[in-house]
């Protein structure tokens, strides 16, 4: 429809109001397609690929356009994929970071059922790097996700680790006199 225009959207979690000039391709009169992509360390009030609806509003002492509400959604890139959602996914546990968490403890698990020395502190090995590797990548922070959710998943990942080692040493402790 014409030429990438710079319009502004609000960042999230920052105290006050803060706002980010954004590349925005136009769609319709009003209708603007957000670019991105959205820096490591900013949350925006809309992710690009979405379109909004602008207004014109003074934002310290100049007119600019500032992206206000979600346009029409049938626009908005992507928007014949299937949209999970993240929140929901997080809590059923089917993330990649519960995987490699369900498959610390089944080597976990594992080792009360074999009598090899060996395989007992492979199986160790391999459920402690498994739940390290799942800490990284299950405690990043999503900006689509609430604020109780990505505290819970500060504390269970770790948790996840500490409960791994902890069946680890009670297996070593009283099962294996």
């Known amino acids: 429809m014409g030429e990438c225009r710079e319009v502004y959207v609000a960042l999230l979690d920052e105290g006050t109001k803060v706002w980010r000039p954004v590349a925005a391709d136009p769609v319709e009169p009003g209708l603007f397609r957000l670019l991105g992509p959205v820096p490591d360390n900013e949350v925006w009030q809309f992710s690009p690929g979405e379109v909004v609806l602008c207004e014109s509003r003074t934002v310290c002492g100049s007119v600019v356009l500032v ?94 680790l500490l409960f791994v080692v902890g069946v680890i040493v009670v297996h070593y402790v009283w099962f294996k006199n």
């Open 67 to 160: 992206a206000v509400e979600r346009g029409r959604p049938e626009l908005s890139a992507g928007a014949q994929r299937s949209r999970a959602n993240p929140e929901l996914i997080e809590w059923l546990g089917v993330s990649f970071a519960d995987f490699l968490v369900y498959l610390a403890v089944g080597a976990v698990l594992a080792m009360f059922f074999v009598s090899d020395p060996t395989a007992d502190v492979v199986l160790a090995v391999l459920a402690v790097g498994l739940s390290i590797m799942a800490c990284p990548i299950g405690m990043r922070r999503h900006p689509k996700l609430s604020r109780f959710t990505n505290v819970a998943k500060l504390v269970s990942y770790p948790g996840s």
